[in-house]
């Protein structure tokens, strides 16, 4: 087996060392066009799920990393003058050069020919000569340029400027600096590697960039190889607050963007891709380092367990790239909150910490209390007295009165001074009410918890009228802890229903059996209960279709007239009515259906409104006439009830709405006399290609909310109560619609509020089954296991900071 691996870097070195090691036999080489010494960039991060798998892998070159690697637990967040501290999350870090070293010296002993100085053969050649060709030269990747028609790569280029820098600085702990100007704003995302260095890189958006005049710096002609001298001082007088009289040090620093690469597939023939000419993940969730020696590991198993190059190739990218791509979405979403940074700027501290740690979803309140309780309990103190609730008991101020970091009392969960949460004791005292069960105002409502049951379509109605199923479901729904219910895509008119099977709100018989359903339910709870009102527009179940303008919904279906001026001033009469009959009805809320592809929708995007009278053109020409339903409505409606619009924040689709339509547009309707927005995505044109995933619309309520400060709901896929805890903590949203999930189980709600130990007011049972709302025991519950330990485990810190380890005669800071 001839191998031929291009590129020298800890990837392609770590690959070619695992490789030898399993095959012996094997005849690998390496090429690197740059010397041994040469590096860029300074330190790398290593999670202890990677150092775990390099220990098994190879203990010789974990026994070598583990010497030298710095290793802390805390991040700091330093924001508006305060320094916040969350432990318990575990780190180590190593110089990139000396890692180098490491492979370079393991490579060296296992017989592996790695040729520095030398630039690889074309990957064609190479491909000929050898049995397999591993190609990670980076994220400008030649091997992969030479068959992209077959990788099918996409390099998306991002939004912010950063430069990557060393400092003599040594940080405790990974730190995040975020500083406000006049130009914007500048964050840092540091981290120790060593004794005597941390890493220093500083990140800002393009358009504060360029209000700083950095860009006038980066246009300067320098030879190749040299940094940006002028911004490196510049960054130096900023950030000096923070360097404490230390120096920012360069190495071919120079402003860039960074990259996200992601391939359609890392395989072609006997060439294959790892490390970042594979993919990358932004800098602020890890290291690519990182990902290309977890790549490394899998490919050389891979190899080792199938017969042939191409089923072991199959296999390494069937096994790999499912991890890197969830790696990927959490990159994406905690580099697009970095670069939106500015939208959190008015967050108090504490709140502004959390959001920050759990930016990617992949911390979130439930696993940050774990890590970190004291923290946590800081934070939900703080956000309970703005929900105007009494402080948290063990909290003054706000603020845990327990013991300071690193101190006796402050120890990891699991360990002999950690109690069960929620007894007196445990953690979970110094907060009795999650997040997501305290109280909200929406319009005139008092909602006793964040959660909301989103309109849900049954198809179950006869002529319009609902019936039996909708009495169970809605009252189900009401009973299961929910604070608001939202009857789903209920009719303003004959002609708006989506479908036969949908209910409406047009006539006397419709308006009783909705009053039925309402005294219902208000004579079994204190659950406000809402109901949506639509019309379908081009979507409606059969002729005659109305719309924005004559589009079909799909090519090939039925086209639909464009409304005129008297259709909508007949819409718009329909909507009142209908408004109308639901108080009649005894509803509390009504949510405007302005999203999905309806009527209303369909005047708002545009892509689906071409029209080229005062009701087209501009977003304030695509907004008129829902305006004019939405006042109309607004006039008639109570204003101790509340009135919510739902709206599709993105078409997912090209030349839809943008993120600054979509914040517009909420302005817009907050004006207009709506209590809160209900940020859905998405249903707008048949071509659209959404970006499902966990939470995956709650972006956009969080933009909407942070840019406007209007009240939104967050929805889609949102399952789990963490999530629901993290949102509404973080400010992402103040109420959280769960769908799917209660129509799993209707007593979702319910038992959220007994897994998290909580029995208060905001999570009622009825009387009748109250008897069931403790969680019941399970196979083995019951057990009560033995002590099989003579002596009790340690306490383990939650708070570790890295302490360098320096001579007493070593300089506090060296120059540069």
Known sequence: MRVAVIGGGPGGLYFAALAKQLSPHWEVTVWERNAPDDTFGFGVVFSDETLDGIAQADPGVYAAMSAESARWSDIDVRYRGEVLTSGGHGFAALGRRRLLRILQERCAALGVDVRHRTQAPPVGELAAAYDL????????????????????????????????????????????IVEERDFGTVQVHAYPYDDTRSTFIVEIDEAAWRRAGLDVFADRERPAGDSDEDSIRWCEELLAGHLDGHRLLPNNSRWIRFTTVRNRTWRHGNVVLLGDAAHTAHFSIGSGTKLAMEDALALAACLNEHPDVPSALAAYEAERKPVVESTQRAAQASLEWFENVHRYTGQHPRQFAFNLLTRSRRVTYDNLRARDARFTTAVDSWHAAQSGMPAAPGTAAGVPTDAA??????????????????????????????????????????????????????????????????????????????????????????????TTGCPGLYTDAQEAAWRRITDFVHGQSDTCLGIQLTHAGR?????????????????????????????????????????????????????????????????????????????????????????????????????????????????????????????????????????????????????????????????????????????????????????????????????????RAQLHDPLWTLHAAAAQGYRGPAAPWAPSWRAGSATPPAARTDRVPPRLHLLRRAAVPVHRRWTPHLPASAPAAATR
Request: with cysteine; glycine share 10%; net charge negative.
């Open 133 to 176: 060709v591993v190609a990670c030269d980076g994220v400008r990747s030649a091997g992969r340029a030479a068959y992209a028609d077959t990788f099918g790569p996409d390099l998306d280029e991002r939004h912010c400027r950063y430069m990557w820098l060393g400092t003599d600085k040594v940080f405790e702990a990974f730190t995040f």
């Open 539 to 739: 979507r409606a179940a059969g002729p005659p279709l109305l719309a924005a303008s004559a589009l079909a919904w799909e090519e090939g279906g039925p086209a639909p007239r464009e409304a005129t001026r008297a259709d909508m001033d007949a819409v718009a009469a329909d909507f009142v009515r209908a408004a109308e009959r639901a108080h009649r009805a005894g509803f509390d809320a009504i949510e405007l259906q302005y999203g999905h592809g309806h009527l209303l929708s369909g005047f708002l995007s545009p892509l689906t409104n071409l029209r080229e009278d005062a009701y087209g053109g501009d977003l304030d020409g695509r907004l008129r006439f829902p305006l004019e339903v939405l006042r109309a409505v607004r006039a008639v409606w109570p204003a101790a009830k509340a009135l919510i619009v739902r709206i599709s924040a993105t078409d997912w689709a090209e030349g839809g709405t943008t993120p600054a339509d979509a914040v517009a547009l909420a302005r817009a309707l907050a004006d207009a006399g709506a209590d809160a927005v209900d940020v859905s995505t998405g249903e707008v044109v048949a071509h659209e290609r959404p970006a499902l995933g966990r939470s995956y619309q709650t972006p956009y309520a969080d933009l909407i909310r942070n840019a406007t400060g209007i009240p939104t709901l967050a929805v889609g896929a949102i399952s789990s109560y963490d999530d629901v805890n993290s949102i509404i903590l973080a400010g992402r949203a103040d109420l959280c619609a769960v769908g």
């Open 405 to 498: 970091p690193g101190t006796a009392a402050d120890t990891a969960p699991g360990t002999a001074a950690d109690t069960v949460p929620g007894t007196a004791a445990g953690p979970a005292a110094a907060t009795a009410v999650p997040p997501m069960f305290r109280p909200f105002r929406l319009g005139g409502l008092r909602l006793r918890n964040r959660v909301v049951v989103p309109p849900v379509a049954l198809y179950t109605a006869r002529d319009g009228v609902p019936g039996d199923f909708d009495l169970v479901h809605l009252s189900t729904q009401a009973l299961g802890g929910s604070a608001l219910v939202l009857a789903g895509m209920t009719a303003v008119s004959a002609d708006g229903r989506a």
